[in-house]
């Protein structure tokens, strides 16, 4: 089966303004998930979906980040206005069940550099 | 606040050999864990799982041992191979909860 589709896969920006990604999950996967990881650090959930709806979005901060699933499919990830501190990989999980009992797969990632 | 902790950030181990990666949890409530591989460039790999029900699960050259009293756990690889070599990410969650809480990595290197 085809796997989790990102990109871009690199982008370099600078602070103040917006990038957004984009990710595909696994057909018939309907619980997808945003991570960033910082250099060093282990992924970070950001948002989870249920189909078209929002499971978990505590830690996004809601100030700058946004995501939407639309029809329950592909996903964006937005950042407006960028910091320096949003440099990371952003990694797209999918699963066929909500939670992790299962095990995601992750897709390559996106690595932002904000300059 | 780290609730999975990797404290070796590396790992050296000769071809042949058992590679031991050791995690700790502090939160009691968790009740799946699992292991992650990550190469260079690439998204994490679903490598190995265990529930809490459970002290041991064996998938052919990887095991991992659950020791909840200690909340400690356990990546056994034996034996050991060149493509092992990545980095290796403990994760938590509770079966009601949805997030993977996921430690900082260690870095495996197999040595030929």
């Known amino acids: 089966e085809a796997g989790v589709a990102q990109s871009p896969r690199y982008k370099i920006i600078e602070k103040r303004q917006s990038v957004a990604f984009w990710c595909n999950p696994i057909?018939?996967?309907?619980?997808l998930y945003w991570y960033q990881q910082i250099l060093g650090q282990g992924p970070k959930l950001l948002i989870q979906f249920q189909n078209n709806g929002v499971v978990d979005d505590s830690q996004l901060p809601k100030d700058r980040f946004s995501a939407e699933r639309l029809k329950g499919v592909d996903s964006t990830l937005k950042i407006q206005p960028a910091k320096l501190e949003d440099s990371a990989v952003y990694l797209c999980?999918?699963?066929?069940?909500?939670?992790?009992?299962?095990?995601?797969?992750f897709g390559s990632g996106t690595r932002l550099t904000v300059v | 606040d780290q609730q999975v902790k990797q404290n070796s950030p590396s790992l050296s181990v000769q071809e042949g050999r058992i590679s031991i990666l050791n995690c700790d949890y502090t939160n009691s409530m968790f009740d799946y864990f699992l292991w992650y591989k990550k190469y260079p460039a690439e998204g994490p790999t679903f490598l190995i799982s265990i529930s809490s029900i459970k002290d041991k699960n064996e998938d052919g050259r990887f095991t991992v041992f659950l020791n909840k009293s200690a909340k400690h756990l356990s990546l056994h690889i034996v034996p050991s191979q060149p493509g092992d070599s990545a980095v290796y990410f403990c994760?938590?969650?509770?079966?009601?909860?949805?997030?993977?809480?996921f430690g900082k990595g260690t870095s495996l290197l197999v040595t030929p």
């Open positions: 994760a938590a969650s509770t079966y009601s909860g949805y997030a993977l809480n």
């Open positions: 999980a999918s699963s066929q069940t909500t939670g992790g009992n299962y095990g995601y797969t």
């Open positions: 057909s018939g996967h309907a619980t």
